[in-house]
Structure formats: C-alpha cells, structure tokens
T-cell receptor
C-alpha cells in the first residue's frame, strides 16, 4: 500500500513570496490533515479535511495560509505572502476517518524562508 | 486545553542498553487516546502505538513496551536492548473527544541517540 505522498521535499523562498505544497493521501482515507512542525517542536495541526469539507481550521493563519482538497483526494496548502517565521516542515497526514483511527504521515516539505 | 509534556529533550545511550522515554499528559476528557510516534532523520512520523483511556494494560511489541498509568497521567515507552536504528525523535501525543481536544496534541519530542 502506497503511503502519503508530498511534494516538493524542500523549498527555499524569500519572504513575501508565495509557495504551494501538494499532498496525496493514502487511497481510501477520508480524512486529511496539514501540520506545521517548527524545529524542536511537535507538529501543530493547521487544518483538517473530511472528504472535501473543512472540519477544523482554527489554527490556520487565514490571512496568509489557504488550503483546499478538491474532489476529496489530493490537497494543496498555500502560503502567500511568506514570512520568516513560516520556516518549518509541513506535514500531511491521512486517516481512514476522523474518529479513532491513527494518522499516517507523509515525509513532509521543509520550507526555508530567507 | 489538553497538554502533553515530554520533560526529557535528549537521551544518549550505548547500543543494547534499555531506555525509557517519559510522557505525562493533561486532559479533562474522560475518554481519550494516547499515541507514540517515531520520527527518523528522513522526517516521516511513524505510528507506533495507540491506547485508549479505558485500557490500562501494559503492552509489549518485540523490544518495545508501553506503561500506561492513569493515576499518574503517564504513558511511558521503553525500548529494550536498544539498537542504532532506534535513533530518532519520539513523540507522545494525545487526542480527546470534546471540542478543541479532538485534535491530536503532540509533545515536544525526545531525541534518542543510540551509539554503537
């Protein structure tokens, strides 16, 4: 079974530029999550989708971050414009459903904002 | 709000030593789940175990074992006869069921280095 795929793996941009990350969850997984992991910390949930609907985006900085999951499969997370403090690893995860099932994580995208 | 504390930040052991990673949690939910994840240098978080709040039985899986004690709000993880491949960052996480607690909350992680 293929795992969660993410691209790109690494991205370096200057502040005020925009960037987009892509995620393809495990086939059949209804729930998709985007996390931000700052160096030395645990992942922090940014947004959770159930199929193509948003379940929780309470910690998403909506003035600059946006995410979509068209057709309930792939998802894209965008930052526009980027700030220095957005430097982090962005992890995508998926689970069968949003209840008790464990989440499976992708390899992440390491973003450096200079 | 729920919280996970991993007081140890870095642990270094020699191969074949046993090592215990501590995890203390706080939640007001009566039903919750606890998890351990491993993050090797490649960056991908690997699921290790999930326990629910009603099951306090200890669990053993090969060299890994977990000790869940509700009385002390702890869910500790022991690696027996550690190996170099165990070197990684280990995260404890908590998921409740009410409102904001229904998201997965991670601790800051413990960096384990196993030296040959």
């Amino acid at each position: 079974e293929a795992g969660v795929a993410q691209s790109p793996r690494y991205k370096i941009i200057e502040k005020r530029q925009s960037v987009a990350f892509w995620c393809n969850p495990i086939s059949g997984h209804a729930t998709l999550y985007w996390y931000q992991q700052i160096l030395g910390q645990g992942p922090k949930l940014l947004i959770q989708f159930q199929n193509n609907g948003v379940v929780d985006d309470s910690q998403l900085p909506k003035d600059r971050f946006s995410a979509e999951r068209l057709k309930g499969v792939d998802s894209t997370l965008k930052i526009q414009p980027a700030k220095l403090e957005d430097s982090a690893v962005y992890l995508c995860a998926s689970s069968l459903d949003s209840e008790i099932y464990e989440q499976y994580f992708g390899p992440g995208t390491r973003l450096t904002v200079t | 709000a729920q919280k996970v504390t991993q007081a140890q930040t870095e642990i270094s052991v020699v191969e074949k030593e046993d090592v215990t990673l501590d995890c203390v949690y706080e939640t007001r939910d009566t039903t919750y789940y606890l998890f351990w994840y491993k993050q090797p240098p490649s960056g991908e978080l690997v699921f290790l175990i999930r326990r629910n709040s009603f099951d306090e039985q200890n669990e053993i899986s090969g060299r890994y074992s977990w000790n869940f004690q509700k009385s002390t709000s702890s869910f500790n993880f022991t690696i027996t006869a550690s190996q170099v491949v165990d070197s990684a960052v280990y995260f404890c996480a908590l998921r409740g069921f009410t409102g904001a607690n229904s998201k997965l909350t991670f601790g800051k992680g413990i960096t384990l280095s196993v030296r040959p």
